[in-house]
Protein backbone atom coordinates (compact mmCIF):
# COMPACT_ATOMS: atom_id res chain seq x y z
CA UNK A 1 0.00 0.00 0.00
CA UNK A 2 1.33 2.89 -0.93
CA UNK A 3 0.06 6.46 1.57
CA UNK A 4 0.67 10.25 0.14
CA UNK A 5 1.68 12.79 2.45
CA UNK A 6 1.50 16.28 1.58
CA UNK A 7 3.23 19.34 3.02
CA UNK A 8 4.48 22.79 2.12
CA UNK A 9 1.10 24.75 2.15
CA UNK A 10 0.31 28.29 3.84
CA UNK A 11 -0.29 32.21 3.75
CA UNK A 12 1.80 34.03 1.51
CA UNK A 13 1.04 37.23 0.12
CA UNK A 14 0.39 37.81 -3.35
CA UNK A 15 3.62 37.97 -5.76
CA UNK A 16 5.29 35.61 -2.93
CA UNK A 17 6.38 31.92 -3.32
CA UNK A 18 5.47 28.51 -1.79
CA UNK A 19 6.62 24.73 -2.85
CA UNK A 20 4.32 22.33 -2.48
CA UNK A 21 5.91 18.47 -1.59
CA UNK A 22 4.14 14.94 -1.73
CA UNK A 23 6.14 11.94 -0.44
CA UNK A 24 5.04 8.69 -1.55
CA UNK A 25 5.68 5.93 1.83
CA UNK A 26 5.20 2.41 0.98
CA UNK A 27 7.31 -0.15 -1.09
CA UNK A 28 7.67 -1.89 -3.88
CA UNK A 29 7.03 0.86 -6.27
CA UNK A 30 7.96 3.44 -8.69
CA UNK A 31 6.35 6.44 -9.58
CA UNK A 32 5.02 6.25 -13.14
CA UNK A 33 3.68 10.01 -13.02
CA UNK A 34 2.04 12.42 -11.03
CA UNK A 35 -0.11 15.46 -11.18
CA UNK A 36 -1.18 18.07 -8.72
CA UNK A 37 -4.90 19.29 -8.53
CA UNK A 38 -6.73 21.70 -6.28
CA UNK A 39 -9.90 22.84 -5.49
CA UNK A 40 -11.35 26.18 -3.99
CA UNK A 41 -14.83 26.58 -2.06
CA UNK A 42 -17.50 25.93 -5.03
CA UNK A 43 -15.57 25.17 -7.65
CA UNK A 44 -14.83 21.73 -9.42
CA UNK A 45 -11.18 20.35 -9.20
CA UNK A 46 -8.72 21.27 -11.66
CA UNK A 47 -5.53 19.68 -13.01
CA UNK A 48 -2.83 22.22 -12.38
CA UNK A 49 -0.17 20.30 -13.69
CA UNK A 50 1.26 16.62 -14.45
CA UNK A 51 4.57 15.02 -15.14
CA UNK A 52 5.39 11.55 -16.10
CA UNK A 53 9.04 9.93 -14.83
CA UNK A 54 10.65 10.88 -18.16
CA UNK A 55 10.29 14.10 -17.51
CA UNK A 56 7.26 15.60 -20.04
CA UNK A 57 5.07 17.74 -18.10
CA UNK A 58 1.98 19.73 -19.12
CA UNK A 59 0.36 22.61 -16.93
CA UNK A 60 -3.32 24.54 -16.78
CA UNK A 61 -3.06 27.77 -18.92
CA UNK A 62 -3.88 29.64 -15.55
CA UNK A 63 -0.56 28.71 -14.29
CA UNK A 64 1.76 27.98 -16.82
CA UNK A 65 5.21 30.12 -16.42
CA UNK A 66 3.98 30.56 -12.93
CA UNK A 67 3.94 26.67 -11.48
CA UNK A 68 6.53 23.54 -12.23
CA UNK A 69 6.09 20.47 -11.54
CA UNK A 70 9.21 17.81 -10.77
CA UNK A 71 9.09 13.98 -9.86
CA UNK A 72 12.06 12.67 -7.44
CA UNK A 73 12.28 8.88 -8.28
CA UNK A 74 14.98 8.18 -5.37
CA UNK A 75 13.06 10.48 -2.98
CA UNK A 76 9.77 9.25 -3.86
CA UNK A 77 8.80 12.49 -3.85
CA UNK A 78 6.51 14.84 -5.99
CA UNK A 79 6.98 19.15 -5.53
CA UNK A 80 5.34 21.63 -7.06
CA UNK A 81 6.94 25.06 -7.22
CA UNK A 82 4.64 27.93 -7.18
CA UNK A 83 5.63 31.04 -8.15
CA UNK A 84 4.05 34.89 -8.33
CA UNK A 85 1.24 33.43 -6.69
CA UNK A 86 -2.05 35.00 -7.07
CA UNK A 87 -5.30 35.25 -5.03
CA UNK A 88 -7.15 32.94 -7.45
CA UNK A 89 -4.76 30.46 -6.48
CA UNK A 90 -5.96 29.85 -3.08
CA UNK A 91 -7.77 26.18 -3.08
CA UNK A 92 -6.95 23.00 -1.80
CA UNK A 93 -3.86 20.87 -2.99
CA UNK A 94 -3.70 17.70 -3.68
CA UNK A 95 -1.09 15.13 -5.53
CA UNK A 96 -1.77 11.91 -6.87
CA UNK A 97 1.02 9.04 -8.06
CA UNK A 98 0.99 6.65 -10.74
CA UNK A 99 2.51 3.16 -10.09
CA UNK A 100 2.50 0.15 -12.72
CA UNK A 101 -0.65 -0.76 -10.98
CA UNK A 102 -2.52 1.71 -9.24
CA UNK A 103 -3.21 5.57 -8.87
CA UNK A 104 -2.61 7.00 -5.26
CA UNK A 105 -4.12 10.06 -3.78
CA UNK A 106 -2.99 12.19 -0.81
CA UNK A 107 -5.18 14.72 1.39
CA UNK A 108 -4.48 17.73 0.36
CA UNK A 109 -2.98 20.69 2.12
CA UNK A 110 -4.39 24.48 1.97
CA UNK A 111 -2.54 27.34 0.25
CA UNK A 112 -3.78 30.80 1.01
CA UNK A 113 -2.62 34.00 -1.16
CA UNK A 114 -3.63 37.22 -0.09
CA UNK A 115 -4.19 40.20 -1.86
Known amino acids: QVRLMESGGGLVQAGGSLRLSCVAS????????ASWYRQAPGNDRELVAD???????KYADSVKGRFTISIDNAANTVYLQMNNLKPEDTAVYSC?????????WGQGTQVTVSS
Open 96 to 104: SIATMYNDY
Open 51 to 57: ASARGNT
Open 26 to 33: GSGFTIKG
